[in-house]
């Protein structure tokens, strides 16, 4: 039997495996649920075990665990690749959404429906089942193959870095390939070349040492939500430039290449502004919106407190105001140099009568853009384009995925993500849903990308 064969034989097999590995409700933000991502993260090695992979083992952190495993038999001429992805998964709240229980897959018109069924556990349970198909079918895989699984990636991979500098025996590899990401749509590839990194922060502006009533001190002392106001006010102008000192000193800016590359991914405004419910599209002059979304950085402000949030009228003037923000940011921006940027203009722009502090936020990743002419995406590339019929678009995008920037900082190599979710399955939200012909799909992907790499 042919690895083809195997994988069609036990399709069904694979969805009730995916259907179990999702019943497990590994929720790496919750602490209630911490033992539940200890469960997913032995499902992984059991299932790597299962399909032949060897030294399968589950490692703790400082917070949630990681799983390594490796089969490294293919002879030294070949190429070893590492291939990561993750097994926790995003809050399901609010349940009453869901039309049918989070944890209770569901499978539906095709669809496997259940929080993470593709963010990550079917992304990355296929490079596991393609694995599993070459093994079965000749005894061996054609490269030696790392698989790196961490329980934590919902929540920013805190303790992921330590862990990889402690661990690079383990990790050590020529190739990355991200089973965490996604193709543009089930019918058309693409190669995304870039991911933003995040630094997050909160502004806090206080004033008198306890809300007081805004008749009788208003005019007499600073209003710190006012003051707030003029702070982020000052920090982006009205049409969309950061107006933060030194913000964009380090911005790579795109060249005709990069615009020509994003250009030819077909755009529908009047779809994006229905999508948002905007009324218009705005962000930074001089760049089309998906220049914007893609490789431009951008401040947020993310939550606003300050005074009376209740129904009807409280007359005061509040003590204190605070929002919270966070900033996308693109190679070669620095998370830590753009909040002390922040944080210096924050000092310089404070008004009078009020003091304002900034701090970090849980929650940052540096830039991620792939070199031109990488090979591993080259490679990549060509495999997609053998598997889809069509040259895959070359794209970027706005979120981040922490580790890839670690594993570059660590072991000196760029990702290549090579997953096969899509942005319409309801990531992070109600309703969550992996396609499972597209589940089929990537296995075969997989295993004509590792034969690939093994000529």
């Known amino acids: 039997m042919g690895w083809t064969e195997y994988l069609d034989t036990h399709q069904a097999r694979f969805v009730e495996e995916l259907c179990d590995f999702i019943r497990i409700p590994s929720v790496s933000a919750k602490p209630e649920n911490a033992g539940d991502v200890r469960v997913a993260g032995q499902w992984v090695v059991d299932r790597l075990t299962a399909a032949g992979i060897e030294n399968a083992a589950m490692f703790d952190t400082a917070g949630h665990p990681v799983v390594c495993a490796d089969w490294l038999h293919a002879g030294p001429d070949k190429p070893t690749i590492l291939i990561y992805g993750h097994f926790d998964v995003q809050p399901a709240e609010p349940f009453d959404l869901w039309k049918t229980p989070p944890f209770d897959p569901t499978i539906r018109d095709g669809r496997v429906y259940g929080r993470g069924a593709t963010d990550d556990k079917g992304a990355m349970l296929i490079p596991i089942l393609a694995a599993e198909a070459l093994l079965a079918d000749t005894g061996r895989l054609p490269v030696n193959v790392r698989f790196f699984f961490e329980g934590q990636e919902e929540i920013g991979s805190p303790d992921l870095p330590p862990f990889i500098e402690a661990n690079l025996d383990r990790l050590q590899a020529d190739m990355i390939f991200s089973a965490d990401g996604g193709q543009w749509d089930p019918e058309t590839p693409q190669l995304i070349l870039a991911l933003k990194g995040v630094t997050s922060l909160e502004i806090t502006v206080t004033g008198p040492h306890s809300d007081l009533h805004s008749g009788m001190h208003g005019g007499g002392v600073a209003n710190p939500a006012q003051g707030l106001a003029h702070l982020l006010a000052s920090m982006k102008a009205p049409d969309g430039r950061i107006t933060i000192a030194g913000f964009y000193d380090d911005v790579v800016e795109l060249s005709d290449e990069d615009r020509a590359a994003i250009a030819q991914v077909p755009w ?19 760049y089309t919106t ?34 919270k923000v966070t900033c996308r940011l693109v190679a070669d921006q620095s998370p830590e140099r753009i909040f002390d940027l922040i944080a210096a203009h924050v000092a310089a722009h404070c008004p009078p009568g009020v003091t304002a502090e900034v701090k970090r936020n849980p929650g940052r990743a540096d830039p991620f853009l792939v070199p031109a002419g990488h090979n591993a995406t080259a490679i990549a590339g060509q495999v997609l384009e053998e598997v889809y019929g069509k040259a895959p678009y070359k794209t970027r995008v706005g979120g981040s995925i922490p580790v890839m920037s670690t594993l570059l900082d660590e072991l000196g190599l760029h990702a290549v993500i090579f997953a096969f979710g899509h942005e319409d399955e309801n990531q992070h939200a109600p309703n969550e849903f992996f396609r499972l012909p597209t589940f089929r799909l990537g296995q075969t992907a997989y295993v004509r990308l590792m034969q690939r790499l093994g000529e």
């Open 290 to 323: 998906r220049e914007n979304l893609w490789a431009r950085p951008t401040f947020e402000i993310n939550g606003l407190t300050s005074g009376w949030q209740g129904e009807g009228t409280k007359t005061v003037l509040p003590s204190v105001a605070s929002a």
């Open 268 to 286: 529908d405004e009047a779809a994006y502004l229905a999508q948002t419910g905007a009324p218009v599209t705005h962000g930074e002059p001089g």
